[in-house]
């Protein structure tokens, strides 16, 4: 099974995350696509129909972008208000996702302790995309337990992106190939 990654980073040529990443994810083009939207639609016009297509003909797909003010970036959320249309995604006759399973892959600025109750942000990631998880469920979609690395602001060393990476390809082979429900 094939994996499509939609990546959403509006400069890719300052992350040293979500470059690396992709970098790793390229090493593996036999079984991972990758569509960088940024790149795609630098005017922002989304090809919907392209769009509906490219997401029909994978079962698995993983939204990797940076975490921005604990939601996502403005083209990524543009692009899930233009593709996931009713009749497509949702609603009487919409089932095109139904079944498919979504991930998150994020890079995270912030250090982890503050992803916690009593951390300064207050809340842990995975209350952060609970709307994520709402629009999955809400398409009939499998929701998959999100990845993450913190730090990637300040904190994380080069030695822990690489190992990231290579815990990013592990996490997509991970649930390329688990069907049903899953408790995220």
């Known amino acids: 099974m094939k994996t499509l990654v939609i990546l959403a980073h509006p400069n890719m040529e300052a992350s040293r995350v979500n470059q ?3 970098e790793e994810l390229e090493q593996h083009s036999s079984d991972i696509t990758i569509h960088e ?3 795609a639609y630098p005017d922002w016009n989304i090809d919907v129909s392209r769009e509906q297509k490219l997401l029909e003909a994978y079962d ?3 939204l990797q972008f940076p975490l921005y003010w604990y939601s996502y970036p403005p083209l990524l959320k543009k692009w899930l208000d233009d593709v996931f249309t009713y009749g497509w995604a949702y609603g009487s006759a919409g089932n095109k996702l139904y079944g498919k ?3 998150l892959a994020m890079s995270i600025g912030d250090k982890k302790d503050n992803y916690t109750r009593d951390g300064s942000v ?3 990631v995975d209350e952060v995309v609970t709307p994520f998880k709402a629009s999955i469920n809400h398409v009939g979609a499998i929701a998959l337990p999100h990845f993450a690395v913190f730090g990637a602001s300040f904190q994380a060393t080069d030695e822990e992106i690489n190992q990231s990476a ?3 390809i592990s996490y ?3 649930y390329q190939h688990v069907s049903g429900n899953l408790s995220v």
Do not use: A, D, N, Q
């Open 20 to 22: 690396r990443w992709k």
């Open 37 to 39: 939207i940024y790149k």
């Open 60 to 62: 698995h797909i993983i």
């Open 101 to 103: 399973k979504l991930g």
């Open 122 to 124: 207050s809340f842990t």
């Open 166 to 168: 290579k815990e990013y």
């Open 172 to 174: 997509i082979c991970k």
